[in-house]
């Protein structure tokens, strides 16, 4: 017993030693929002002598023809349609894979599967050329159009796992009261896919949120930038001297709306990965 | 995984024999919106890099077939793709398994039945939620800095204080820890496998007189392998193709020493505007993940072990 209430103590000093070394960078970014550029670099102090807002207002600016309040008109408006066509697609896809026999249906399983190993970057160029004759390039198309098209496999595995585990039972009898198979998974199984579907949406901001390779790729005019290449615009063009104060307050902001998410539905987030992904 | 599911939908026994349940045509449909993506977004890209890549291909010229030049200008007289493939492999190599470990590492400790453990699990996940960020990459480009958080740390405890990104190898051990730092996904997947082993296997071992670490091995191993396959899996995969950390933190310097095959496709494709070239590039690469996938999957019978049908079904 004397030797389990010790490794137990053990544990606990181990997981706080690595936590703070964790969050260290994080809590370091967030006081060093209010330190001024010289004492970024002058002084080692963790808290900043005096808070100061400099960052804040002046980082806020942006280019100076743009401010971050578009940047983020311009993130949301990219983000919040693609997480719920990708939460409408990929739910229904999982639905027909779950409960329907049809023709080649191990085939095109498996093809599925099979392209959550494509890299992206083999098919980013073609899709560019052909985006470029539709003249979606420089529009939030090339984000929303994937969603849409359910073109997310691990998001449509991972709904397909979370379906196995609600009965079919549960199916059968909403066809005995009459319910096409769309009427039973919008009334039946969609309610019960709550878990899974909080974990669509967390992982799918997160991930849209913090995209930066597509954006560079798709969107050229500063208006219709995101904040990654806000961000990124803002460590470049200052012309040699890199305004960290700014920089580092414009990135911890950009922090902010994915982590309130994620706080707010950590509870469905856990429950419903573990659930989805590791049964059978 | 049982994908045939569809035969228990026959609640009924069938009057007539029929293949498929009158059902099929919803199937169908349900999955029309991933054919059309796929077929769409998927097959013909995939078709036509590979297409481009035997042509000079830009967005400004419509390219003539130039045959293999591509492929053996890549391999011959490329001053920095050799390099930057090389650099790739180490990437990866170093990367996956530090991160997939200390993931596993972590998630075992999280597993002992501790008060507050939503708490830490919550904690180990916070660097993880900003992912591939342009921001994390910022934030840890500022503190490697020469005259950085991380050195000025290293002088008040009186050690060496590298110039991190100045040089080639520290630069790469930079991106190395960020990666490693973000573990979070994979912590989530190992936990949730692990609260699935049945107790009963550890009673029934430390019955039998089995110790600690042999029932790791023996029990706890093979029972999560295959969420250690899928980890290995997709984090091999993500690591040959990262790009914020080279473009942001380093900018592939120096001396081209953090130039990592995602860079030299973007900056070959969008900035030099050699995309037939770029796609020969973007087709070695997949020729990598698809020789890596092949051999995890040929090597996954001797290691992975699948409890189908097992105690959750």
């Known amino acids: ?280 | 995984m049982d994908i045939r599911k569809g035969k228990e939908n026959q609640s009924a026994p069938a009057v007539k024999v029929r293949k498929y349940p009158r059902t099929w045509k919803w199937g169908l449909l349900f999955i029309m919106p991933w054919l059309v993506g796929f077929l769409l977004l998927e097959a013909y890209p995939l078709v036509m890099s590979l297409i481009y890549s035997f042509t000079d291909f830009s967005i400004l010229k419509s390219g003539k077939f130039v045959g293999i030049q591509n492929y053996v200008k890549l391999f011959t007289s490329d001053r920095y793709f050799l390099k930057s493939l090389g650099i790739t492999i180490k990437y990866t190599i170093i990367s996956v398994p530090c991160k997939v470990a200390f993931a596993l590492f972590i998630a075992m400790i999280l597993n002992m039945k501790l008060k507050g453990i939503n708490f830490f699990r919550t904690v180990y996940y916070l660097p993880s939620i900003m992912g591939g960020s342009v921001a994390i990459a910022i934030l840890w480009r500022f503190m490697f800095m020469s005259d950085g958080i991380i050195n000025k740390l290293l002088g008040t405890l009186h050690m060496p204080q590298p110039n991190w990104l100045g040089d080639p190898d520290t630069a790469l051990a930079t991106m190395v820890l960020l990666v490693v730092w973000q573990f979070g996904s994979s912590m989530v997947l190992f936990l949730g496998a692990l609260k699935n082993v049945p107790t009963e296997l550890y009673e029934a071992a430390a019955v039998d007189g089995a110790s600690k670490p042999r029932q790791f091995f023996k029990i706890t191993l093979p029972m999560i392998s295959p969420i250690i396959f899928f980890n290995i899996m997709m984090q091999t995969i993500n690591a040959l193709q990262e790009f914020t950390s080279p473009s942001i933190i380093t900018n592939g310097g120096p001396n081209h020493g953090t130039y990592l095959l995602g860079l030299k496709i973007y900056e070959d494709a969008f900035k030099n505007l050699k995309m037939g070239y770029a796609s020969a590039t973007s087709w070695v690469l997949f020729a990598i993940v698809l020789v890596i996938t092949v051999l995890m999957f040929k090597t996954s019978d001797a290691w992975v072990f699948y409890n189908d049908g097992g105690l959750d079904s």
């Open chain 1, 1 to 280: 017993m004397n030797k389990k209430a010790r490794s137990k103590i053990i544990a606990y000093i181990f997981l706080i030693v690595v936590g703070v070394v964790m969050v260290y960078p994080l809590v370091w970014l967030f006081f060093s929002c209010f330190k001024t550029n010289q004492e970024l670099f002058g002084s080692l102090t963790f808290l900043p002598d005096h808070f100061s807002m400099d960052g804040f207002i002046n980082g806020w600016k942006g280019s100076g023809q743009f401010t971050y309040g578009t940047f983020y008109k311009n993130t949301f408006l990219q983000v919040i349609p693609t997480v719920l066509f990708t939460v409408l697609s990929t739910g229904l896809v999982a639905y027909g894979f779950a409960r329907f026999r049809f023709p080649m249906k191990k085939f095109l399983f498996l093809l599925m599967i099979s392209t959550m190993m494509l890299p992206s970057s083999v098919i980013t160029i073609p899709r560019y050329v052909m985006f470029n004759t539709f003249g979606w390039n420089d529009t939030y198309m090339p984000f929303w159009i994937p969603a849409l098209l359910a073109t997310y496999p691990f998001f449509i595995f991972m709904q397909i796992q979370f379906m196995r585990g609600i009965p079919r039972e549960l199916d059968e009898s909403a066809y005995v009261d009459g319910c096409n198979p769309f009427v039973t998974y919008v009334r039946i199984i969609f309610p019960l896919m709550k878990p899974a579907i909080f974990s669509v949406i967390i992982f799918q901001f997160l991930w849209r949120w913090n995209d930066y390779y597509n954006n560079l790729i798709f969107i050229s005019s500063t208006k219709k930038y995101a904040i990654s290449l806000a961000l990124k615009m803002s460590i470049d063009s200052t012309g040699g001297v890199t305004e960290w104060s700014n920089v580092l307050s414009m990135s911890f902001l950009s922090m902010i709306p994915p982590t309130l998410l994620f706080f707010f539905a950590q509870k469905y987030f856990v429950e419903g990965i573990t659930a989805g992904s590791v049964k059978g």
